[in-house]
């Protein structure tokens, strides 16, 4: 089992930033790979950003060069650092950790709007 908590999440300007963290417990040597998805009203939940366990990161086009994942091993925690926030990243931003041979798990989401 793994648990994840997400905190960071808040009302935000256009062009301002915000950092995201998720932090994870439990049967954590066993995660492959650390992700961060967003949803907002009305559309599909996506993928934003992700990190695997040798440390390689992907991201969404719309995102790249404005949101950075890393990750803290002492604290178990994934972050998300965005800036340049656009009224177009307001979602729910979701964690998600994909364990070995395991179903994922996922975090209880917490709220990004971007608005003036």
């Known amino acids: 089992q793994v648990q994840l908590v997400e905190s960071g999440g808040g009302l935000v300007q256009p062009g301002g930033s915000l950092r995201l963290s998720c932090a994870a417990s439990?049967?954590?040597?066993?995660?492959?790979?650390m992700g961060w998805y967003r949803q907002a009203p009305g559309k599909q939940r996506e993928l934003v950003a992700t990190?695997?366990?040798?440390?390689?990161?992907g991201y969404k086009a719309s995102v790249k060069g404005r949101f950075t994942i890393s990750r803290d091993n002492a604290k178990n925690t994934v972050y998300l650092q965005m800036n340049s926030l656009k009224l177009e990243d307001t979602a729910v931003y979701y964690c998600?950790?994909?364990?070995?041979?395991?179903?994922?798990?996922w975090g209880q989401g917490t709220q990004v709007t971007v608005s003036s």
């Open positions: 439990g049967s954590i040597r066993s995660i492959n790979v």
């Open positions: 998600k950790a994909d364990p070995y041979g395991a179903r994922a798990y």
């Open positions: 990190f695997t366990r040798d440390g390689t990161t």
